[in-house]
């Protein structure tokens, strides 16, 4: 009775204690950057200079909003070296695009801002060349 618990004492820990080897896990291949879609391109790149030297580039692109069938106007907008696409929202001051990351304001006199999500200015008095 003894050698027969033992054994099975011994044939338990033996199979809880062998090493389970994790399985691999496969990399999500990265979403994709923001790709200018030439064909939808109403015009060409407008280039604001903004105080301070810093310079704000903008393409303009119609996009058709399948719920309301309205067309809804988007850009790219590049600053720095990252590109963003900002889609246009309501605003009282003017033309707003906006995105998770960037506020582009389009005043009527031509001073545009542009400010990150939290409101941070990044480029201010942006005029077009």
């Avoid at 809804?72 to 990351?101: C, D, P, R, W």
């Avoid at 545009?112 to 201010?124: P, R």
């Amino acid at each position: 009775m003894k050698t027969t618990a033992l054994f099975l004492f011994t044939l338990l820990l033996a199979g809880c204690s062998h090493n389970i080897l994790p399985l691999p896990v496969e990399s999500k291949p990265k979403p994709p950057t923001a790709v200018l879609d030439k064909t939808k391109q109403t015009g060409a790149a407008i280039r604001y200079v903004c105080k301070d030297d810093k310079e704000v580039r903008v393409v303009r692109e119609k996009v058709l909003n399948r719920k309301s069938a309205k067309n809804m106007e988007a850009i790219y907008l590049t600053f720095g070296q990252s590109t963003e696409k900002l889609k246009s929202t309501v605003s009282e001051s003017g033309k707003v695009y906006t995105n998770i990351h960037l506020r582009w304001i389009e005043r009527v006199g031509g001073a545009n801002t542009l400010t990150n999500s939290v409101g941070v200015v990044l480029a201010d008095v942006c005029v077009a060349q």
